[in-house]
T-cell receptor, first 113, second 116 residues
Framework: QQQVKQSPQSLIVQKGGISIINCAYE??????FPWYQQFPGKGPALLIA?????SEKKEGRFTISFNKSAKQFSLHIMDSQPGDSATYFCAAWGGGSQGNLIFGKGTKLSVKP | NAGVTQTPKFQVLKTGQSMTLQCAQDMNHEYMSWYRQDPGMGLRLIHYSVGAGITDQGEVPNGYNVSRSTTEDFPLRLLSAAPSQTSVYFC???????????????FGNGTRLTVT
């Protein structure tokens, strides 16, 4: 109930292609879904986030699609660039007042020039 | 603002040794937390604090202690290091307990710990 399942574990995309990372959750109490981006040697940083009352949120080349009935959400990176090569984590708010995020296991994206 | 500062960046310990990983934030954030990152395991919450003097356990608290005597500092103590604690440790803070983009989780750059 407290897990967030993320796939794939790794992804290789050509420059200019679309990168798609998928996440699924079970706990219907989750109501905030951020994505974090992590470059080697750095801590994760917030990339984009969505609430379940909208089906899509777009910021530049990054789009989150949200399917509440299926309890799934995904990150789409359009026109992928080598600079997008990083590890991406989806996450969900764990409910309650503590403010804890539950993270997926991460996807290592490599964008080939 | 320095953000979230973690020290040291790297550490090697022998089994049974103890040490403290330091974390400090200068953003006056209420919430602070410690995660460990292991290959294929993602980020797992060790301990967290919702304010000075208040701490609680996360998903993987065994073998670790924390305290929060000030708003700024949230050290993580390894009581008796074990090889299973070899990991990259991240400290993170957030301004408020509320979720939402106006209160994202800010991470430090991590401490890479090896226990031999």
């Amino acid at each position: 109930q407290q897990q967030v399942k993320q796939s794939p574990q790794s992804l290789i995309v050509q420059k200019g292609g679309i990168s798609i990372i998928n996440c699924a959750y079970e706990n219907t109490a989750f109501d905030y879904f951020p994505w974090y981006q992590q470059f080697p040697g750095k801590g994760p940083a917030l990339l984009i986030a969505i609430r379940p009352d909208v089906s899509e949120k777009k910021e530049g080349r990054f789009t989150i699609s949200f399917n509440k009935s299926a309890k799934q959400f995904s990150l789409h990176i359009m026109d992928s660039q080598p600079g997008d090569s990083a590890t991406y984590f989806c996450a969900a708010w764990g409910g309650g007042s503590q403010g804890n995020l539950i993270f997926g296991k991460g996807t290592k994206l490599s964008v080939k020039p | 603002n320095a953000g979230v500062t973690q020290t040291p960046k790297f550490q090697v310990l022998k089994t049974g040794q103890s040490m403290t990983l330091q974390c400090a934030q200068d953003m006056n954030h209420e919430y602070m937390s410690w995660y460990r990152q292991d290959p294929g395991m993602g980020l797992r919450l060790i301990h967290y604090s919702v304010g000075a003097g208040i701490t609680d356990q996360g998903e993987v608290p065994n073998g670790y202690n924390v305290s929060r005597s000030t708003t700024e500092d949230f050290p993580l103590r390894l009581l008796s290091a074990a090889p299973s604690q070899t990991s990259v440790y991240f400290c993170a803070s957030r301004r408020t307990l509320n979720r939402g983009n106006n209160s994202p989780l800010h991470f430090g750059n991590g401490t890479r710990l090896t226990v031999t």
